[in-house]
Nanobody
Framework: QVQLLESAGGLVQAGGSLRLSCVASGRTLSFYAMGWFRQAPGKEREFVAA????????DYADSVKGRFTISRDNAKNTVYLQMNSLKPEDTAVYYCAGRFSTSSSQTYNQYDIWGQGTQVTVSS
């Protein structure tokens, strides 16, 4: 059974940067396409970014395109989300997720495993 563990998020000022990590244990991440989702209070969980199993293909929500970068290191069983030029509207709990497939998806119910989530707060 694979378990995903996100790194601690944090509080950052608008315009700042933060990098989230998601480490897998129990099974290699190389079997999974990976995604990041987020959920703000009172809102539905939304897609942020995703990466294919090989890392050769990435996908981003329009709201983060050009500011966030998803990457992976299969040798380290880790997926990253580099977040730059953060805005207050990026405040949310961020979740990493794995899909037992070659390709990623923007749909959260296409993912098979989830981390516990980590809080990111951006102050104005």
């Amino acid at each position: 059974q694979v378990q995903l563990l996100e790194s601690a998020g944090g509080l950052v000022q608008a315009g700042g940067s933060l990098r989230l990590s998601c480490v897998a244990s129990g099974r290699t991440l190389s079997f999974y396409a990976m995604g990041w989702f987020r959920q703000a209070p009172g809102k539905e969980r939304e897609f942020v970014a995703a990466i294919s199993r090989s890392g050769g293909s990435t996908d981003y929500a329009d709201s983060v395109k050009g500011r966030f970068t998803i990457s992976r290191d299969n040798a380290k069983n880790t997926v990253y989300l580099q977040m730059n030029s953060l805005k207050p509207e990026d405040t949310a709990v961020y979740y990493c997720a794995g899909r037992f497939s070659t390709s990623s998806s923007q749909t959260y119910n296409q993912y098979d495993i989830w981390g516990q989530g980590t809080q990111v707060t951006v102050s104005s």
